[in-house]
């Protein structure tokens, strides 16, 4: 079945450093792929997503590229700040499905710190 | 305007009990998905609904779980003879429709501890 693998965690960068958290996934056809982010004591917040191949999607200095043919879609900053500091979810959603579940990674901690 | 909330926001039950967890989506989303968080996992899907119909219920992960959206807007989340491996939180989504570019949105979640 379809599947999200992301890198572990946590990722302790300082402040203005350069972040990267990889993604790859498994799915059959041409899946949707999304980041989530995880404030602290909040819910699940969309980021970014990309919808087919060759994509990008970007948000608050956030990019990832759909890359169909290393199936990937990391997460990268320029430069991060202490704000960032929250759980990303990397997930995708299949295509022409009935449901259009979205299937997630575990998650990456990340802590900025000052 | 208003997100998606549940409630309770925590629940705590002694094991055996049952238990109802409650989502308003946002008004007029007519999909609406729940999912389990385990600690430190990733979001699994539970279930889903459009409008009142439960398309898919694929991922409840026994005859003890049950989901309801009698009207087609507030849904229940039912947990009967609760169990210590139902500890989690419980994330309820709403979409305006369910097409493949209708964003999801999360309500906070309820955390269920099982003791």
């Known amino acids: 079945g379809d599947s999200v693998t992301q890198m572990e965690g946590p990722v302790t960068l300082s402040e203005e450093a350069f972040l990267t958290i990889n993604c790859t996934y498994t799915a059959t056809g041409y899946p949707s792929l999304f980041w989530y982010v995880q404030y602290p004591g909040e819910g699940l917040q969309l980021l970014l997503k990309a919808t087919k191949a060759d994509d990008k999607g970007s948000n608050k200095g956030f990019e990832a590229t759909y890359r169909k043919e290393t199936t990937s879609f990391h997460l990268e900053k320029g430069s991060v700040q202490v704000s960032d500091s929250a759980v990303y979810f990397c997930?995708?959603?299949?295509?022409?499905?009935?449901?259009?579940?979205?299937?997630f990674g575990t998650g990456t901690l990340l802590a900025v710190q000052p | 305007g208003a997100g998606v909330s549940q409630s309770p926001r925590y629940k705590v039950a002694k094991r055996g009990q049952d238990v109802a967890l409650r989502c308003d989506p946002i008004?007029?989303?007519?999909?609406l998905f729940w999912y389990q968080q385990a600690l430190g996992q990733g979001p699994e899907f539970l279930t889903y609904f459009q409008n009142e119909a439960q398309l898919d219920k694929s991922g409840l992960p026994s005859d003890r779980f049950f989901a309801e959206r009698p009207e087609g807007s507030v849904s229940t989340l039912k947990i009967q003879r609760t169990q210590q491996e139902d500890s989690a939180v419980y994330l309820c989504?709403?979409?305006?429709?369910?097409?493949?570019?209708?964003?999801?949105?999360f309500g906070p979640g309820t955390r269920l501890t099982v003791l």
């Open positions: 989504a709403s979409s305006l429709a369910n097409g493949n570019y209708n964003e999801q949105f």
């Open positions: 997930a995708l959603r299949g295509y022409g499905g009935a449901t259009n579940k979205l299937i």
């Open positions: 008004s007029g989303h007519v999909s």
